[in-house]
């Protein structure tokens, strides 16, 4: 199974609303990411999990908040958003961090109201 | 740095046509390469993947793709075009460059159109 799984599929939220969202494998994958698309454009990274750490932020802004509760798991807390931060949000895992491809969940298309 | 530059953000092919989706890197050593397919709403799936060995890579749905250390380049090809291989497609780039991070360097994309 080379699944993974994100929740909501869709989001709309007021600049002022605090919401979260969740992505989950059971690949017995050891890294976790989270990615940023807007139309058009490649993803972007924002964080990498590695063993449940944190291993990279790409300069994301604060009113974005990973969390790695345990290696199946993986969430973004948003808060505060901007109409700008409307994209979708892809999550994946992969193995390890090196030479590893990663698996991408489907995505949750979110926007700021 | 490493970077990735994917020639033609728009392609178009008959079906039943060749597909031939460029793809060249830049780095001081050789890469890591993947190709992947994104349909519209949807999140990305991997076709294939280069890290070592055989150069020539076999990927799923029928496509392959030719890791070239001289011209720096991870083409994608498909014999024969299906309609349902309309779609975005992004080639990407992680390994020695970047270390033991999994930063993936992605191309900017090229958007695959299938006439009837």
């Known amino acids: 199974d080379t699944e993974v799984t994100q929740t909501p599929k869709h989001l709309v939220m007021g600049m002022t609303n605090k919401k979260s969202l969740k992505c989950e494998q059971h690949?017995?994958?050891?890294?976790m990411y989270w990615y940023k698309q807007k139309a058009k454009k490649p993803p972007e990274l924002m964080f990498v999990?590695?063993?449940?750490?944190?291993?990279i932020n790409e300069s994301v802004p604060s009113r974005f908040s990973p969390e790695c509760p345990n290696s199946s798991l993986l969430n973004l807390h948003l808060h505060a958003l901007q109409p700008e931060d409307s994209a979708l949000y892809l999550c994946?895992?992969?193995?390890?961090?090196?030479?590893?491809?990663?698996?991408f969940g489907p995505g949750t298309r979110l926007t700021v109201t | 740095a490493q970077s990735v530059t994917q020639l033609g953000s728009h392609v178009s092919v008959s079906e039943g046509a060749l597909v031939l989706l460029r793809c060249n890197y830049s780095?001081?050593?050789?890469?890591?390469l993947f190709w992947y397919v994104q349909y519209p709403n949807q999140g990305l799936q991997l076709l294939l993947k280069y890290t070592t060995g055989a150069t020539l890579v076999k990927g799923i749905n029928g496509f392959e793709a030719e890791f070239k250390k001289s011209e720096t380049s991870f083409h994608l090809t498909k014999p024969s075009a299906h309609m349902s291989d309309a779609a975005e497609y992004f080639c990407a780039v992680s390994g020695p460059g970047s270390s033991n991070t999994g930063k993936l360097i992605f191309g900017q994309g090229t958007t695959l159109q299938v006439k009837p």
């Open positions: 999990y590695s063993y449940e750490k944190l291993s």
């Open positions: 780095s001081s050593v050789p890469p890591y």
């Open positions: 994946a895992s992969s193995q390890g961090l090196r030479a590893y491809e990663q698996y």
């Open positions: 690949m017995g994958h050891r890294a």
